[in-house]
């Protein structure tokens, strides 16, 4: 009978229990996530925007050459003990990058004169003094880093002697003598260089390349145009080039005539007096 009231003492129907969400076994009682685990999910965010000076790399890469040299010079004034690390740790310079040096120098120093004067005039020589002076200077510095026994190639030491000889023939000739004392010494200086490049050359395979590099006239040209401050430096290549003549047997060893002419005039102290050679472009 569908009208009749259930009697308490009836037992509960099953199948129309099971339908309560609770009981129902196609829904898992697993536990909701903890706020902590939803938190690791979070995006991370970034601090808040604010000036901060650049790490060293970057500032490095900012510098020019001009100022990494001054910072470096101001280190090293304010820790000397960092001087020696740093000259043992810096690449050795090469004679193309000091000749560029040098040659930065020397335009200075030609840059510097004053229009409409006499370059060799007292005035002159008044306005441009602190840039010959530092052109000398790095004259001076530069050499004995290209000379033996710091350096072993003899062939490189010529090659920067010959020019920086040629850079000296370059600077003026002072109307004042006593304005030509950095020239002259200079000359002085330069002169003890060739003398220990070529001696030390003749001490390998008898200092042939001097000769057959044509080393022998470029010497003596350059003596001439020195007005003769390079004669210590000529008469050691005498010395060699008489030490290779007794090596050859007194007969060239297959050296050509003109070089066998230049040799006699050499060692007979006649050479040069037919070139004509000037004393510069001053």
């Known amino acids: 009978m569908s009208g009749r009231k259930r009697k308490a003492s ?6 129309r229990m099971s339908l309560s969400p609770t009981a ?5 009682t697993r536990a ?14 970034t601090g808040a925007a604010g000036g901060r000076p650049l790490p060293l790399p970057r500032l490095l890469e900012t510098l020019s050459a001009d100022d990494m040299r001054q910072l470096l010079q101001n280190v090293c004034d304010q820790h000397p003990e960092l001087q020696q690390e740093i000259v043992t740790k810096a690449p050795r310079p090469s004679i193309e990058s000091t000749l560029s040096v040098l040659s930065k120098y020397e335009d200075d120093f030609r840059e510097a004169f004053p229009l409409g004067n006499r370059p060799t005039s007292d005035y002159a020589y008044n306005r441009v003094r602190q840039h010959l002076s530092q052109l000398i200077e790095a004259l ?12 072993t190639q003899h062939m490189l030491s010529l090659n920067y002697l010959d020019t ?6 370059r600077l003026p000739n002072w109307d004042t003598y006593q304005h030509q004392r950095h020239k002259n ?8 260089a060739w003398a220990l490049v070529i001696r030390e050359a003749t001490k ?7 000769q057959f590099g044509g080393w022998d006239q470029k010497l003596v040209e350059h003596n001439q145009k020195s007005g003769g401050r390079l004669e210590e430096a000529v008469n050691e290549l005498k010395t060699a080039l008489g030490f290779n003549q007794a090596a050859l047997g007194g007969s060239g060893g297959g050296v050509s005539e003109e070089r066998a002419n230049i040799r ?8 040069g007096q037919e070139l004509g050679v000037g004393n510069g472009r001053w």
């Open 10 to 15: 009836e037992e509960p129907d099953n199948d």
């Open 24 to 28: 129902s076994p196609s829904i898992s």
């Open 32 to 45: 909701l996530p903890s706020s902590s685990i939803q938190r690791t999910f979070k995006r991370t965010r």
């Open 140 to 151: 001076r510095d530069y050499t004995p880093h290209f000379l033996p026994p710091h350096e």
């Open 164 to 169: 920086v000889t040629n850079i000296i023939h």
């Open 185 to 192: 010494e200079a000359y002085d200086e330069v002169a003890k």
């Open 204 to 210: 390998r395979a008898g200092g042939f390349h001097l």
């Open 264 to 271: 006699q005039q050499l060692f007979s102290g006649t050479y």
